[in-house]
């Protein structure tokens, strides 16, 4: 530990952090166009707040990874051990929670707090925690770059991160291999809070794919950037190109760019649709859905398994309308690594593609049967898991192997193919929640003494105990 540098907390034990060389980061202004005037916003705030409940993998280095990589193995595992339950971190007592963010490739995650505060913990090979090293954090820690800014939302990529705060301002880091930060150039990574090269309209909605991004500003426009290797950013091109004779690569794309086009295929033909405005949006590991103004659903990106909707599993390299949903009205949308969930405004669950690593695929959007008649309120989308808020229970399903995403407790099943209540949480009341590659996040009211007496029947964790 050098010098005069205090402890953060889930450090105890660990090694010095690794110094890297970073490259100087020069940022690309765009074309004049998106140089005009700025207007003023002001974003609210979820009117969630409550307490954090953590339940999944803390083994932060090693989740879906077969052993741990060389820069990790010689640091000491403080958090270790799979939490098959709820559980509160002894690192948060007292401190609030009105907004969580993960992602289905994510094994990290961010909190914002009641105050508006970013923390971060979690995997940080890549610098994607934004602290300005790539040490890892095993317990929430402030995002010290981002403490004089009110944060909003946020999300988490494979191994970058976006935040937003109240004023439309979006701050990206981490990985940035293929600019998928957004700053104009491609780098090894960005250790700390940087804004992308935008100067257009405020941003409302940031959303993180694998290795790409999306920004959504005040008007309805999507902006995307990042790796389009399977068209993900909606361009209309996968970016390919010849190294070799026999060698493609994919060019990238490390600034913002807009997504201009629209379409509606029925068996009239193909439609452009003209003066879209976009809402939502939210991202897979190599596939993006959104939802309009009108109700409408879009998915572009990868097909394979049917994840699109389209009913084959073909790439959409530009917005597609789900013909499935026009006639039904859409509250929220998420994506899982390989799949497409939606709740449609009657609290009806809908969900398509492949959420399992075998059987068939879904290739059109179909009901969850074993939730019909739920209300759902909330979804989070695991890598293979998929957790939910319905009524007042939590109800998760997922195939073997697990690492305590699905929030059943010690002692009971740890994966299931079927939809099964979360006993733990039977008296708790959920807000809201998500889902990281392995791992879940839940905002628990925390408003009656009763629901203060539930929440203290539960566990707490702390790193190395």
């Known amino acids: 530990m050098p010098r005069g540098k205090k402890r953060l907390p889930g450090e105890e034990g660990d090694s010095k952090p690794r ?43 090693l989740i879906g990874r077969n052993k741990l990589p060389k820069a990790a193995a010689s640091r000491p595992i403080i958090g270790g051990r799979n939490l098959w339950g709820p559980h509160r971190l002894s690192a948060l007592d007292g401190i609030r929670v009105r907004n969580v963010h993960s992602g ?9 707090t009641e105050e508006g505060k970013a923390m971060t913990w979690g995997r940080n090979d890549r610098e994607q925690l934004g602290h300005g090293d790539d040490y890892r954090r095993d317990a929430p820690t402030l995002v010290e770059e981002l403490k ?9 990529g494979r191994n970058h991160t976006m935040c937003l705060t109240d004023e439309g301002t979006v701050f990206s880091f981490g990985d940035n291999r293929m600019g998928q930060c957004g700053i104009g150039v491609q780098s090894s990574t960005v ?17 993180c794919g694998a290795d790409f991004s999306m920004i959504l500003d005040c008007k309805g426009v999507i902006h995307s950037f990042g790796s389009q290797e399977y068209s993900q950013l909606g361009h209309n091109t996968n970016g ?12 990238c794309v490390s600034t913002p760019k807009k997504i201009t086009c629209f379409l509606e295929k029925g068996r009239e033909g193909t439609k452009h649709l003209e003066g879209t405005v976009i809402k939502d ?23 394979g398994y049917g994840r699109l909707g389209h009913q084959k599993p073909e790439d959409e390299p530009v917005p597609r309308s789900v013909k499935f949903f026009d006639t039904k009205g859409v509250a ?26 075998s059987g068939e695929a879904t290739m059109y959007p179909k009901p969850v049967f074993d939730l019909c008649g739920w209300n759902v309120r909330s979804m989070g989308c695991s890598n293979h898991s998929i957790v939910v808020a319905a009524d007042d229970a939590v ?28 006993r733990p949480l039977e008296n708790v009341y959920i807000h809201q929640l998500t889902c990281g590659s392995g791992h879940s996040l839940f905002i628990a009211r925390d408003e009656t003494e009763t629901d203060k007496e539930e929440l203290a029947k539960l566990p707490v964790f702390t790193p190395g105990s």
């Open 281 to 303: 949006i939210a991202c897979g590991n190599n596939h993006s859905i959104a939802i309009d103004m009108q109700n409408r659903v879009f998915t572009w990106g990868f097909g």
């Open 395 to 422: 109800i998760s399903w997922g195939p073997f192997p697990t690492y305590g995403e699905l929030a059943y407790g010690e002692g009971e099943s740890r994966s299931s193919t079927t939809a099964k209540k979360s």
């Open 104 to 112: 289905p490739s994510s094994c990290h995650s961010v909190i914002i």
């Open 332 to 357: 929220k949308i998420n994506a899982g690594s390989s799949y497409c969930m939606v709740i449609t405004e009657q609290g009806q669950l809908f969900f398509w593609g492949q959420a399992k690593t």
């Open 148 to 156: 004089d800014h009110h944060i909003v939302t946020a999300s988490c």
């Open 240 to 251: 390919q190109y010849s190294v070799t004779a026999t060698k493609l690569s994919s060019e």
């Open 19 to 61: 110094k890297i060389k970073k490259p100087k980061l020069k940022q690309v202004r765009p074309a004049a166009e998106n140089q005009q005037p700025r207007e003023t916003i002001k974003l609210k705030d979820s009117p969630f707040v409550g307490t954090l409940l953590f339940s999944g993998g803390t083994n932060w280095d």
């Open 191 to 207: 250790g700390t809070p940087c804004k992308p090269n935008y100067y257009g309209s405020p941003i409302v909605k940031v959303a």
